[in-house]
T-cell receptor, first 115, second 111 residues
């Protein structure tokens, strides 16, 4: 099956700093990548959809200036949490859909803790 | 409000017991997916059900899609500690090109 990686797996930062999370499709080209957020003991909530070379589409209630998404290539999408605050602490998961696949493949997630 | 409601929210059972998890909605779906997510990991696709009334089996897991395609269930026979995790139903919205997850059921199987 297709593999999606995320880096870092966990990050701790101070309030007010920015954090970048990478999502890579390792063995396939991803036409579309998705970013989800998951609070403890809750389900996944879609934050945004990104297509290579175009602006991301954000879900209602997600601040596009706070969660910057860049999909620079067919194998890499990044999520930058700008001026992070403790309420941004969460588990961030990306997924990708490839040209030859009809399902999403999920990354292992990134645990963000903002102090 | 959640488009896909799952019940129960949490289930703690003894190894060897059977259980059923439900996924309900007022909407009709072209298909539904079931995922399992273990702590600290991303979700993994278990199955996709497409046809109303369809039943699919994956070892000790049995998935059913309601006749009206508004609901689905997951039945686990003789649960094992390795079945512990968060079970999620999900709907792929063709029109919006996005996956919507249900509210989730956390399962704990005690040895």
């Amino acid at each position: 099956g297709a593999v999606v990686s995320q880096h870092p797996s966990r990050v701790i930062c101070k309030s007010g700093t920015s954090v970048k999370i990478e999502c890579r499709s390792l063995d396939f080209q991803a036409t579309t990548m998705f970013w989800y957020r998951q609070f403890p003991k809750q389900s996944l909530m879609l934050m945004a959809t990104s297509n290579e070379g175009s602006k991301a589409t954000y879900e209602q209630g997600v601040e596009k200036d706070k969660f910057l998404i860049n999909h620079a290539s067919l194998t890499l999408s990044t999520l930058t949490v700008t001026s992070a605050h403790p309420e941004d602490s969460s588990f961030y998961i990306c997924s990708a859909i490839g040209i030859s696949y009809n399902e999403q493949f999920f990354g292992p997630g990134t645990r963000l803790t903002v102090l | 409000t959640q488009l896909l409601e799952q019940s129960p929210q949490f289930l703690s059972i003894q190894e060897g017991e059977n259980l059923t998890v439900y996924c309900n909605s007022s909407s009709v779906f072209s298909s539904l997916q079931w995922y399992r997510q273990e702590p600290g990991e991303g979700p993994v696709l278990l199955v996709t059900v497409v046809t109303g009334g369809e039943v699919k089996k994956l070892k000790r897991l049995t998935f059913q899609f309601g006749d009206a395609r508004k609901d689905s269930s997951l039945h686990i026979t003789a649960a094992q500690p390795g079945d512990t995790g968060l079970y999620l139903c999900a709907w792929w919205m063709d029109s919006s090109y996005k996956l919507i997850f249900g509210s989730g059921t956390r399962l704990l199987v005690r040895p």
